[in-house]
Structure formats: structure tokens, C-alpha cells
T-cell receptor, first 113, second 117 residues
Framework: DVKVTQSSRYLVKRTGEKVFLECVQD?????MFWYRQDPGLGLRLIYF???????EKGDIPEGYSVSREKKERFSLILESASTNQTSMYLC????????????FGSGTRLTVV | DQQVKQNSPSLSVQEGRISILNCDYT??????FLWYKKYPAEGPTFLIS?????DKNEDGRFTVFLNKSAKHLSLHIVPSQPGDSAVYFC????????????????FGQGTRLTINP
């Protein structure tokens, strides 16, 4: 069964901490994405990567960075966590090409206190 | 600004009846539309899609209708079943959002569908 796996289901971090969210896919997909889901706002794109070491900003990149050192792994980094980054974070992957849907992970619910 | 809008945050339907979920968009460059379904504590899963060259696509109990002139699409579920209770997201893509082989999607806010027995 093909999968996108997010390492943590729930995380609680303190304001100012550096936070790493990890995502691994086993489908050999070229593209990987990080979204956050907030009530009333839907899913918003933070960053995406189309190849190893290649990354592009999405719609809301401020306060975040990413790393893709291996094809299967895409990490989201909160440099200094703030309470407004409390959210559900969803990782997704897709093959190269247009009109492919995403395969999503189960999400990480991050609470920053 | 929200380019893809799902104006109904929630919808309640009787089991066996038709569920109609609506989605409006503002960007006329969107040429491909998708619906995702999300259960609590799970990631969204792909349900059905439609290209802008079509006005209807069917897959079993699920049908998506596209009205390009109104910039409106809808998802029909017939008959509705209790397992259909979930949050449904509408998403759209365009050539302008295609970069280096990666297709970015723009999502709506989601509609929570509850099917009552």
C-alpha cells in the first residue's frame, strides 16, 4: 500500500523552539508539498519541492523553511515557533506532470504554547 | 483573496438522499478541478476530478458537474451513505501553477458533510 508518512501525529512545542516536521513517501514521486489546514481557510501551500535539493515558496512561506536531501524525504522547519503556527500540517506527494492528484499523509497537529 | 470558495461550511443530509456540495472559483485560468475527502485524523484522499473541457464526470455514486460560464462546480453523491460523512475539499489547478513538473493546487475552505441515518 503506497504511503506518505508523517512522523508525528501530535506535537506540542514552546514558543521560540525550532521545530522539525518530517515526511517520507515510498512512491518515488518527484514532487512533495507542505500545506497547513486551518478552519475557514482550507489548505494553504507553504513550500513545495520538485526535485532533491530543489524548493519553491508557496503562498505562506514566512516563518518556515524546508529541506529535501533525499527524494523520499521532505522536512518542514519552523525556525522559531510562534502561537500563530498552531495548525494541522499536511504533507503530500505527486508524480511529475500535470493533472496528477496528490497523495497526502495523515497530518501532524502542532500546538505551540 | 480566496480563489476557490466553498461557501457552505457544513451540510446535513438524510441517508439515501442526494448530497450536493458546491464550489465557486474566481480565476478563469483554472483548467482542472478535483475533489478530496477527509476523515478526522486522516489526510485528504482523492475522490474525483474534471477537466475544463468537460462539463460532467461520473464515478459510481459520485458525479462532478462543471459550469465554466458561472465558474461553479458541484459534487453530487447519490445515494448518500453514513460513510460519506467527512470534510470535502474542492481544489483547482492551472497551467500558470505548473512549475518544473510540479502542479500546485488551490484548495477551498472545505464543507463538512454529515449523513444522518
Amino acid at each position: 500500500d503506497v504511503k506518505v508518512t508523517q512522523s508525528s501525529r501530535y506535537l506540542v512545542k514552546r514558543t521560540g523552539e525550532k521545530v522539525f516536521l518530517e515526511c517520507v513517501q515510498d512512491m518515488d514521486h518527484e514532487n512533495m508539498f507542505w500545506y497547513r489546514q486551518d478552519p475557514g481557510l482550507g489548505l494553504r501551500l507553504i513550500y513545495f519541492s520538485y526535485d532533491v535539493k530543489m524548493k519553491e515558496k508557496g503562498d505562506i512561506p514566512e516563518g518556515y523553511s524546508v529541506s529535501r536531501e533525499k527524494k523520499e524525504r521532505f522536512s518542514l522547519i519552523l525556525e522559531s515557533a510562534s502561537t500563530n503556527q498552531t495548525s494541522m500540517y499536511l504533507c503530500a506527494s505527486s508524480p511529475k506532470g500535470q493533472h496528477y492528484g496528490y497523495t497526502f499523509g495523515s497530518g501532524t497537529r502542532l500546538t505551540v504554547v | 483573496d480566496q480563489q476557490v470558495k466553498q461557501n457552505s461550511p457544513s451540510l446535513s443530509v438524510q441517508e439515501g438522499r442526494i448530497s450536493i456540495l458546491n464550489c465557486d472559483y474566481t480565476n478563469s485560468m483554472f483548467d482542472y478541478f478535483l475533489w478530496y475527502k477527509k476523515y478526522p485524523a486522516e489526510g485528504p484522499t482523492f475522490l474525483i476530478s474534471i477537466s475544463s473541457i468537460k462539463d460532467k464526470n461520473e464515478d459510481g455514486r459520485f458525479t462532478v458537474f462543471l459550469n465554466k460560464s458561472a465558474k461553479h462546480l458541484s459534487l453530487h453523491i447519490v445515494p448518500s451513505q453514513p460513510g460519506d460523512s467527512a470534510v470535502y475539499f474542492c481544489a483547482a489547478s492551472a497551467l500558470a501553477l505548473y512549475f518544473q513538473g510540479a502542479q500546485k493546487l488551490v484548495f477551498g475552505q472545505g464543507t463538512r458533510l454529515t449523513i444522518n441515518p
